[in-house]
């Protein structure tokens, strides 16, 4: 039984290009969250996705950055015109219902960096 | 505001004994769920440990164990016969009952020394 899938695991981009990082569930999971973690730091929520909705997007920058979870396919968070503060580990989580009550199981992170 | 804390930002031992790592909190809310992850190099994110607010017994998972002081909002981790495979990061994390939002803490980064 796979886990959280991401990839790419490590991404480079120049500063004011587009990163894409995809995030595949669990197999039977069709909740998926998205956290950002800043070296030496804690993860920190950005947002929640129900298949082909948006739950809760509260920790997301306003700008630049977007996700999806589409019918068929992986998630996707995506950030455009990416600046240095974006260069951080993105780790994607899955869970079977979407609440504390089920465990969430993380992937091994994308880690982005903007040059 | 929710908080974790994890004021121990290193530590080590040695191989086979025993470390216990700090974790406190800060809520309103009675029903809530508290975890232990860890982070290898590997970067990979692993459950470790999760304790229910509402169950007053201890969880533990074989060589890991948790001490939870509800009243004094503390829930540390006890790591028994500590092997090098357990060297790793350790976040403490918390999320109220009925959320999806976990806020971690800054984690605690542990070296087992052979």
């Known amino acids: 039984n796979a886990g959280v899938m991401q990839n790419p695991r490590h991404l480079v981009r120049r500063r004011g290009q587009e990163a894409r990082l995809r995030c595949s569930p669990m197999?039977?999971?069709?909740?998926v969250y998205w956290y950002r973690q800043l070296p030496e730091e804690g993860l920190k929520f950005m947002v929640y996705?129900?298949?082909?909705?948006?739950?809760?997007e509260s920790g997301m920058p306003k700008e630049r950055f977007s996700a999806e979870f589409p019918k068929e396919g992986p998630s996707i968070l995506r950030i455009q015109q990416v600046v240095r503060g974006d260069s951080a580990a993105y780790f994607c989580?899955?869970?079977?219902?979407?609440?504390?009550?089920?465990?969430?199981?993380f992937g091994n992170g994308t880690r982005l960096t903007v040059t | 505001a929710q908080t974790v804390t994890q004021s121990q930002p290193e530590m080590s031992v040695q191989e086979a004994e025993t470390v216990t790592l700090s974790c406190t909190y800060d809520?309103?809310?009675?029903?809530?769920?508290l975890f232990w992850y860890k982070q290898p190099p590997s970067r990979q994110m692993i459950l470790v440990i999760r304790?229910?607010?509402?169950?007053?017994q201890n969880a533990t998972e074989n060589r890991f164990s948790v001490n939870f002081q509800k009243a004094a909002k503390s829930f540390s981790l006890k790591i028994s016969d500590s092997q090098l495979g357990d060297t790793a990061m350790y976040f403490c994390?918390?999320?109220?009952?009925?959320?999806?939002?976990?806020?971690f803490g800054t984690g605690t980064r542990l070296k087992v020394l052979a």
């Open positions: 989580a899955s869970s079977l219902v979407g609440a504390s009550d089920s465990p969430l199981h």
């Open positions: 197999k039977g999971h069709s909740h």
């Open positions: 996705l129900q298949k082909e909705n948006i739950i809760d």
């Open positions: 809520t309103s809310e009675n029903n809530y769920y």
């Open positions: 304790q229910e607010a509402y169950k007053q």
């Open positions: 994390a918390f999320s109220t009952s009925g959320t999806y939002k976990y806020i």
